[in-house]
């Protein structure tokens, strides 16, 4: 949608913002292949983190912690999954290391253009998801904490404040003028709790949640790697270098506002606590890099999990599940529209299209593998990509007729065996399985030597 005119804020519609999906159209335009673009765009973003977390750990630490930090990012598998995937959180991490990076140059130089960047980075942040509004709030906090004794800089902070928020709000001016954004930003409460409920404390869910998450940072960040946090941490506090205590408060602020504020904990947790933990690589890298031995002993289980998740994915998210009940197996393996059956599903399509164009069509309220298909096939010569549904055409026009044609072959793929009130104009060709469920998709082509009332689609038209 982004490649459409007037369509460019599309994702708003389902409660999305934007920005991640521009890059993404951006580098389609590169790529035939969709999901490999925006992989890339992870990637990039991850090799950023990467490059984020080295400086960061020798800026505020040495280079000794800077080489160990950059180990442990490269295969804690909160960072290696996410680095790979065409999702938000490598880019968030992006936003979470830069905003520290101008946090720490202010604070070295306060002024209003230092006050300005971290807004603007922010800024872009909440145009690609909403998660940095509390990365905005835990820089608020720490400029208050920062004023507790020293008040005679509160009018200036106060001015560097307003300057940060002013440049958050003007980068997102373009979406903020847009109806849809504000219809939709109820669905935050999906998974954020609403202020009313803030307001009255409830306990039992801050308990539960941050029981059910240190689960999966238990298992995500390693055992090892998080215990050496924690003790790199309990160093820090007390430590005069202001550099380290900013750290220690960009950690934990923000994590801790994170705890407060989500909803429930869910296989989704181990993609919104990813953008909160890369900096709790450096208390632990620090930690380690005065214990060769057991810098060694903490990689173990990285590794081990990086190579699983290279060379045998599907082993790796059973093992996970037999861990935690946070493996997220059910999106990426054993759940419906986990989307396995794309490739099967694309090598059929890429098949009969080989010597003849081909329309490829699927019903209106699909999600994944069609989806899929849809974003695969939206620019391939050979397949023309459209909707046909029964709701499209019409109860009372299917009433009256008895066979649909096309002047291209049609191929209708059917989410499991659902074909949309067109049963009468359709016949089974194949069906495609998911080796790991019990998700299937049915291919239909329409019928042939079909006889009476014949009604001719123009699906490959404008």
Excluded at 83 to 111: C, H, K, N, W
Excluded at 217 to 232: D, E, R, S
Excluded at 392 to 397: A, D, R, S, V
């Amino acid at each position: 949608m982004t490649h459409v005119p007037g369509l460019a804020f599309h994702s708003l519609q389902d409660g999305k913002q934007p920005l991640l999906m521009w890059i993404f159209g951006l580098f389609q335009n590169f790529f035939s292949d969709p999901l490999l673009a925006s992989r890339l765009v992870s990637v990039l973003f991850g090799s950023f983190n990467l490059w984020g977390i080295y400086y960061l750990a020798g800026d505020v630490f040495n280079r000794k912690t800077a080489v160990v930090s950059v180990l442990l990012y490269i295969f804690i598998p909160f960072f290696f999954f996410f680095d790979r995937q065409a999702l938000m959180e490598s880019s968030l991490v992006s936003v979470y290391l830069l905003t520290f990076i101008f946090l720490l140059r202010f604070y070295r130089s306060p002024g209003y253009l230092t006050a300005a960047f971290p807004g603007i980075i922010l800024g872009f942040g909440f145009l690609n998801k909403s998660t940095p509004v509390l990365f905005l709030l835990a820089l608020f906090i720490i400029h208050a904490l920062y004023l507790i004794r020293r008040r005679s800089q509160i009018v200036s902070f106060t001015a560097f404040t307003l300057v940060t928020l002013t440049c958050f709000f003007l980068v997102n001016i373009p979406m903020l003028i847009q109806p849809v954004f504000w219809k939709t930003l109820y669905r935050t409460g999906d998974y954020a709790l609403p202020l009313p409920q803030l307001l009255r404390f409830p306990l039992i869910t801050w308990i539960s949640n941050f029981i059910n998450h240190l689960e999966i940072l238990i298992l995500n960040f390693t055992p090892v790697a998080l215990i050496a946090a924690i003790l790199g941490i309990t160093s820090l506090v007390k430590n005069p270098d202001f550099k380290k205590r900013l750290l220690v408060l960009w950690i934990t602020i923000p994590l801790l506002l994170y705890f407060l504020t989500i909803r429930h904990t869910n296989d989704l947790s181990f993609r919104y606590l990813t953008p909160f933990v890369p900096l709790l690589i450096l208390p632990a890298a620090y930690y380690l890099s005065f214990r060769f031995f057991l810098t060694v002993v903490a990689l173990v289980l990285p590794v081990f999990f990086t190579l699983q998740l290279m060379f045998y994915p599907v082993s790796y998210f059973r093992i996970k599940s037999r861990l935690t009940r946070y493996s997220y197996i059910g999106s990426y393996v054993t759940g419906y529209d986990t989307g396995y059956q794309v490739n099967a599903l694309r090598s059929y399509i890429n098949e009969v299209s080989r010597d003849r164009p081909i329309i490829l069509a699927t019903a209106v309220h699909t999600f994944n593998p069609e989806s899929a298909l849809a974003a695969y096939y939206r620019r391939y010569p050979r397949v023309q990509f459209a909707y046909l549904d029964g709701r499209l055409i019409g109860e009372e026009t299917i009433g009256t007729i008895d066979c649909i044609s096309s002047d291209l072959p049609v191929y209708f793929i059917a989410k499991l065996d659902d074909k949309v009130n067109l049963d009468k104009f359709l016949e089974k060709v194949t069906v495609i399985t998911n080796p790991y469920n019990f998700d299937y998709s049915t291919i239909y082509t329409l019928k042939t030597n079909c006889t009476g009332q014949t009604v001719r689609l123009n699906l490959s038209g404008p």
